[in-house]
C-alpha cells in the first residue's frame, strides 16, 4: 500500500557516521527523504506514526551533533524511534517493523548498539540517561546521556525524580523536552531561537561562569541576588525557572523543525561547560503528512495505510473490542448512579472512556501519565464513599503496584481495577504484553480477582465490580474483539468465587480462566473424538477460588488441567496450593498447568504468539495425552 519513495541523499547514510560527514546545507533534503520513507515504511507496516514525523529533523540534528553511539541517546517510550531506527544500520529491515522476527516497535538493546536502553514505557528516559552520564563521568570516559522526553511524559513524576538528582552528572546529561502538544511552550520564531544560541553559546556562558565565581567572594545575600537576577532575566524572555529551580540550565523554546535553529543550539550545548541542560524544543506530531497533522490522535498508532489518500487498512467488521464493551458498560450503568466515576492514565480511547467522558464529564479524570497518583486518587475517592474504576492497562499497572498494596489492599477500599491488555498483545510484544496481573493481585489479601471469557461476561462482570462494595476488585481482558456472544441486555453481578460448568464429562477436567475458554472447548472437542470424556470449567474468578467446584472436579476426574493467559503464579500456582493443602492429590490424580512460558515473548501475529506459549487448543490437547501416556493405538497406558 506505499511505493518505495526516491531517496537518494538518504540512500548514501547507513549510519550517524555518515550523516556526519554530509554539508548542513543537504541536512534538509535528508530530513524530507526520511520523512518519507518513514511515512512508506509504516504505510507498510503499521505502527506508530505520528510521533515519529514530528521528530525528524531532531533524530537528524541530534545524530549529526553528537557522537553517537558514545554519546547515549535515549528515547522517551520509543515509539517515536522509526526515524531514529532506519539511520541508525536498520533501514534494510524497517519494512519488518512489530512483524515476527522483524523490528521491535520501540527501542531494544539487544537489536543495534545505538539502543543503548531499551523503552516502552513512559518517562524513563532521563533516568536512564543519567545513570549513563555519571557512569561515563565516574569512569572518565567520553560521552554524554541525553534523553528525549515529550510532555506527555513528562506529566510522570518519575522524570522529576531523577531531575532533582541530576546536578551531579554535570554536562554530561542533555534532556531534550520534546513539547509537541504546545501545552508548555507558546509559539516560537526567529526572537526565541536567536535568544536560545545566545544563552546557549560559549561566549554567553563563559561569562556568565565568570560572574558566578566573582559572586561567590560576595556576601551571601549579594549571591542569592546575583542568581535571581540572572534566573529571572531569562525567565521573562525564555521561561524555563521549574527547570532551572531542578538545577538545569533551561534553552529554548526553538522550532523544532527548523535546522537552522536546531544544529547550533545543540552544538553550543554540545561543547557547553554547563551542565545539566534542558533544551526546549516545539514540535508538530504527524509533520509533513498532511492526514496525520489534521488528525494527530488517528494518525498516533496505525493500520497499513495508503500513502496517497492516508486511508488506513479497516479490519473486517465482527465483535465488538474489548475497551469498548467495557467502556460502553461503564457508561450505561453511571447514568443511573452517580457514585460512578471513572479514572485513566492518558488512555481515554484506549481504554474505552472516551465514550464515558463524553456523557459524564464531571465524573472522568485522566490524570496523565501518573499510574501511582491514579490509584492513590481512586483510593480517596473509594474512602469518601464513590464508586471509582481505575481503568490501567496491564502492563501500566505494575508501575503503581505499591500503591495498589500500601493504599488499596491494606485499607481493603474499595477500588475497581478495570485492567485492559491482560494477556499476549501481538505487535506491540513483550513491553506491552500483560502477563503478571494475576499472579501481582492475587496473592494479596482481600483482593477480588476476575477474568472474562467473552464480552458478556465482561459485562456481567463490571456490574459485579460496581456491587462489590467491600474491598478492592479486579476484572481483567485482552486487547482486541470479544467472541462474538450476544451481549446481555441487563448485566448481572456475578457471585464472588463462584465458576461455571459449561461442558460436562467424567475423565478430563479442563479449568480455564479468561478468554482461552474457547480453546479449551476446542480441545474438549479433540479429546471427545478420542473417547475421552472432558469437563470444561469457565472459574471466573482467580481469587476467591471456587473451592467447591474444584474440589469436585479434582476428585472425580483422572486428569485436571489449569489454562490461563498469565505468568507462574497465578491460577494453577492457587489450584496446586488448594490440592496440596487438602491432600487432594493423594489418590494419583495427575494435575498440569498450563500458562505462560517464563520468557518475554517478542512481537508476532497473536496466533503465533498462543502457539509459541503453547496455550492453543493443540497444546491442551498434547498436556492431556501426555498426562495420561495416551499411546497411538487410542488406549491409556497404566501409570
Same mark, same amino acid.
Given at each position: 500500500m506505499a511505493e518505495t519513495p526516491n531517496?537518494?541523499?538518504?540512500?548514501?547514510?547507513?549510519?550517524?557516521?555518515?550523516?556526519?560527514?554530509?554539508?548542513?546545507?543537504?541536512?534538509?533534503?535528508?530530513?524530507?527523504?526520511?520523512?518519507?520513507?518513514?511515512?512508506?515504511?509504516?504505510?507498510?507496516?503499521?505502527?506508530?506514526?505520528?510521533?515519529?514525523?514530528?521528530?525528524?529533523?531532531?533524530?537528524?540534528?541530534?545524530?549529526?551533533?553528537?557522537?553517537?553511539?558514545?554519546?547515549?541517546?535515549?528515547?522517551?517510550?520509543?515509539?517515536?524511534?522509526?526515524?531514529?531506527?532506519?539511520?541508525?544500520?536498520?533501514?534494510?529491515?524497517?519494512?519488518?517493523?512489530?512483524?515476527?522476527?522483524?523490528?521491535?516497535?520501540?527501542?531494544?538493546?539487544?537489536?543495534?548498539?545505538?539502543?543503548?536502553?531499551?523503552?516502552?514505557?513512559?518517562?524513563?528516559?532521563?533516568?536512564?540517561?543519567?545513570?549513563?552520564?555519571?557512569?561515563?563521568?565516574?569512569?572518565?570516559?567520553?560521552?554524554?546521556?541525553?534523553?528525549?522526553?515529550?510532555?506527555?511524559?513528562?506529566?510522570?513524576?518519575?522524570?522529576?525524580?531523577?531531575?532533582?538528582?541530576?546536578?551531579?552528572?554535570?554536562?554530561?546529561?542533555?534532556?531534550?523536552?520534546?513539547?509537541?502538544?504546545?501545552?508548555?511552550?507558546?509559539?516560537?520564531?526567529?526572537?526565541?531561537?536567536?535568544?536560545?544560541?545566545?544563552?546557549?553559546?560559549?561566549?554567553?556562558?563563559?561569562?556568565?561562569?565568570?560572574?558566578?565565581?566573582?559572586?561567590?567572594?560576595?556576601?551571601?545575600?549579594?549571591?542569592?541576588?546575583?542568581?535571581?537576577?540572572?534566573?529571572?532575566?531569562?525567565?521573562?524572555?525564555?521561561?524555563?525557572?521549574?527547570?532551572?529551580?531542578?538545577?538545569?540550565?533551561?534553552?529554548?523554546?526553538?522550532?523544532?523543525?527548523?535546522?537552522?535553529?536546531?544544529?547550533?543550539?545543540?552544538?553550543?550545548?554540545?561543547?557547553?561547560?554547563?551542565?545539566?541542560?534542558?533544551?526546549?524544543?516545539?514540535?508538530?506530531?504527524?509533520?509533513?503528512?498532511?492526514?496525520?497533522?489534521?488528525?494527530?490522535?488517528?494518525?498516533?498508532?496505525?493500520?497499513?495505510?495508503?500513502?496517497?489518500?492516508?486511508?488506513?487498512?479497516?479490519?473486517?467488521?465482527?465483535?465488538?473490542?474489548?475497551?469498548?464493551?467495557?467502556?460502553?458498560?461503564?457508561?450505561?450503568?453511571?447514568?443511573?448512579?452517580?457514585?460512578?466515576?471513572?479514572?485513566?492514565?492518558?488512555?481515554?480511547?484506549?481504554?474505552?472512556?472516551?465514550?464515558?467522558?463524553?456523557?459524564?464529564?464531571?465524573?472522568?479524570?485522566?490524570?496523565?501519565?501518573?499510574?501511582?497518583?491514579?490509584?492513590?486518587?481512586?483510593?480517596?475517592?473509594?474512602?469518601?464513599?464513590?464508586?471509582?474504576?481505575?481503568?490501567?492497562?496491564?502492563?501500566?499497572?505494575?508501575r503503581a503496584y505499591d500503591q495498589v498494596?500500601?493504599?488499596?489492599?491494606?485499607?481493603?477500599?474499595?477500588?475497581?481495577?478495570?485492567?485492559?491488555?491482560?494477556?499476549?498483545?501481538?505487535?506491540?510484544?513483550?513491553?506491552?504484553?500483560?502477563?503478571?496481573?494475576?499472579?501481582?493481585?492475587?496473592?494479596?489479601?482481600?483482593?477480588?480477582?476476575?477474568?472474562?471469557?467473552?464480552?458478556?461476561?465482561?459485562?456481567?462482570?463490571?456490574?459485579?465490580?460496581?456491587?462489590?462494595?467491600?474491598?478492592?476488585?479486579?476484572?481483567?481482558?485482552?486487547?482486541?474483539?470479544?467472541?462474538?456472544?450476544?451481549?446481555?441486555?441487563?448485566?448481572?453481578?456475578?457471585?464472588?468465587?463462584?465458576?461455571?460448568?459449561?461442558?460436562?464429562?467424567?475423565?478430563? =477436567?479442563? &479449568?480455564?480462566?479468561?478468554?482461552?475458554?474457547?480453546?479449551? %472447548? /476446542? @480441545?474438549?472437542?479433540?479429546? !471427545? *473424538?478420542?473417547?475421552?470424556?472432558?469437563?470444561?470449567?469457565?472459574?471466573?474468578?482467580?481469587?476467591?477460588?471456587?473451592?467447591?467446584?474444584?474440589?469436585?472436579?479434582?476428585?472425580?476426574?483422572?486428569?485436571?488441567?489449569?489454562?490461563?493467559?498469565?505468568?507462574?503464579?497465578?491460577?494453577?500456582?492457587?489450584?496446586?496450593?488448594?490440592?496440596?493443602?487438602?491432600?487432594?492429590?493423594?489418590?494419583?490424580?495427575?494435575?498440569?498447568?498450563?500458562?505462560?512460558?517464563?520468557?518475554?515473548?517478542?512481537?508476532?501475529?497473536?496466533?503465533?504468539?498462543?502457539?509459541? =506459549?503453547? &496455550?492453543?487448543?493443540?497444546?491442551?490437547?498434547?498436556?492431556? %495425552? /501426555? @498426562?495420561?501416556?495416551?499411546? !497411538? *493405538?487410542?488406549?491409556?497406558?497404566?501409570?
Amino acid at each position: 500500500m506505499a511505493e518505495t519513495p526516491n531517496t537518494p541523499l538518504l540512500d548514501t547514510v547507513d549510519t550517524p557516521t555518515d550523516l556526519r560527514r554530509l554539508k548542513p546545507e543537504q541536512l534538509r533534503q535528508l530530513a524530507d527523504e526520511l520523512r518519507q520513507e518513514t511515512i512508506s515504511a509504516v504505510g507498510t507496516t503499521g505502527g506508530h506514526l505520528g510521533s515519529g514525523l514530528g521528530v525528524v529533523e531532531l533524530t537528524v540534528a541530534i545524530h549529526y551533533v553528537f557522537d553517537t553511539p558514545n554519546d547515549r541517546l535515549i528515547w522517551d517510550v520509543g515509539h517515536q524511534c522509526y526515524p531514529h531506527k532506519i539511520l541508525t544500520g536498520r533501514r534494510d529491515r524497517i519494512r519488518t517493523l512489530r512483524q515476527g522476527g522483524g523490528l521491535s516497535g520501540f527501542t531494544k538493546r539487544s537489536e543495534s548498539e545505538y539502543d543503548p536502553f531499551g523503552a516502552a514505557h513512559s518517562s524513563t528516559s532521563i533516568s536512564a540517561a543519567l545513570g549513563f552520564a555519571t557512569a561515563s563521568k565516574l569512569a572518565g570516559t567520553p560521552g554524554k546521556g541525553i534523553a528525549v522526553i515529550g510532555d506527555g511524559a513528562m506529566s510522570a513524576g518519575m522524570a522529576y525524580e531523577a531531575m532533582n538528582n541530576a546536578e551531579t552528572a554535570g554536562n554530561r546529561l542533555v534532556v531534550i523536552l520534546n513539547d509537541n502538544d504546545m501545552s508548555i511552550a507558546p509559539p516560537v520564531g526567529g526572537l526565541s531561537a536567536y535568544l536560545s544560541r545566545m544563552v546557549s553559546s560559549r561566549e554567553f556562558l563563559g561569562v556568565r561562569e565568570v560572574m558566578k565565581r566573582v559572586a561567590k567572594r560576595l556576601p551571601r545575600r549579594f549571591q542569592s541576588a546575583a542568581r535571581k537576577t540572572d534566573e529571572y532575566a531569562r525567565g521573562m524572555t525564555m521561561g524555563g525557572t521549574l527547570f532551572e529551580e531542578l538545577g538545569f540550565y533551561y534553552v529554548g523554546p526553538i522550532d523544532g523543525h527548523n535546522l537552522d535553529h536546531l544544529i547550533p543550539v545543540l552544538e553550543n550545548v554540545r561543547d557547553a561547560a554547563e551542565g545539566p541542560i534542558l533544551v526546549h524544543v516545539v514540535t508538530k506530531k504527524g509533520k509533513g503528512y498532511a492526514p496525520a497533522e489534521n488528525a494527530a490522535d488517528k494518525y498516533h498508532g496505525v493500520q497499513k495505510f495508503d500513502v496517497i489518500t492516508g486511508a488506513q487498512a479497516k479490519a473486517p467488521p465482527g465483535p465488538p473490542a474489548y475497551q469498548n464493551v467495557f467502556g460502553e458498560a461503564l457508561t450505561k450503568a453511571a447514568a443511573s448512579d452517580d457514585r460512578i466515576c471513572a479514572i485513566t492514565a492518558a488512555m481515554p480511547s484506549g481504554t474505552g472512556l472516551d465514550k464515558f467522558a463524553s456523557a459524564h464529564p464531571d465524573r472522568f479524570f485522566d490524570v496523565g501519565i501518573a499510574e501511582q497518583h491514579a490509584v492513590t486518587f481512586a483510593a480517596g475517592l473509594a474512602a469518601q464513599g464513590m464508586r471509582p474504576f481505575c481503568a490501567i492497562y496491564s502492563t501500566f499497572l505494575q508501575r503503581a503496584y505499591d500503591q495498589v498494596v500500601h493504599d488499596v489492599a491494606i485499607q481493603n477500599l474499595p477500588v475497581r481495577f478495570a485492567i485492559d491488555r491482560a494477556g499476549l498483545v501481538g505487535a506491540d510484544g513483550a513491553t506491552h504484553a500483560g502477563s503478571f496481573d494475576v499472579t501481582y493481585l492475587a496473592t494479596l489479601p482481600n483482593f477480588v480477582v476476575m477474568a472474562a471469557a467473552d464480552e458478556a461476561e465482561l459485562v456481567h462482570m463490571v456490574q459485579t465490580c460496581i456491587e462489590h462494595d467491600s474491598g478492592p476488585i479486579a476484572v481483567r481482558y485482552p486487547r482486541g474483539n470479544g467472541t462474538g456472544v450476544a451481549l446481555p441486555e441487563e448485566p448481572v453481578a456475578l457471585e464472588i468465587g463462584k465458576g461455571r460448568v459449561v461442558r460436562e464429562g467424567k475423565k478430563v =477436567a479442563i &479449568l480455564s480462566l479468561g478468554t482461552r475458554l474457547t480453546e479449551a %472447548l /476446542k @480441545a474438549a472437542d479433540t479429546l !471427545e *473424538a478420542k473417547g475421552l470424556s472432558t469437563t470444561v470449567a469457565d472459574l471466573r474468578f482467580a481469587k476467591p477460588l471456587d473451592e467447591a467446584l474444584i474440589r469436585r472436579l479434582l476428585t472425580s476426574h483422572e486428569v485436571a488441567v489449569t489454562i490461563e493467559e498469565n505468568a507462574i503464579g497465578g491460577l494453577g500456582a492457587h489450584v496446586l496450593t488448594m490440592a496440596s493443602d487438602e491432600g487432594l492429590t493423594d489418590s494419583g490424580l495427575r494435575i498440569r498447568t498450563m500458562r505462560l512460558p517464563d520468557l518475554f515473548q517478542d512481537q508476532d501475529k497473536p496466533e503465533v504468539q498462543y502457539a509459541e =506459549a503453547r &496455550l492453543d487448543a493443540e497444546a491442551i490437547v498434547d498436556t492431556v %495425552l /501426555k @498426562a495420561l501416556r495416551y499411546n !497411538e *493405538a487410542g488406549v491409556v497406558a497404566r501409570a
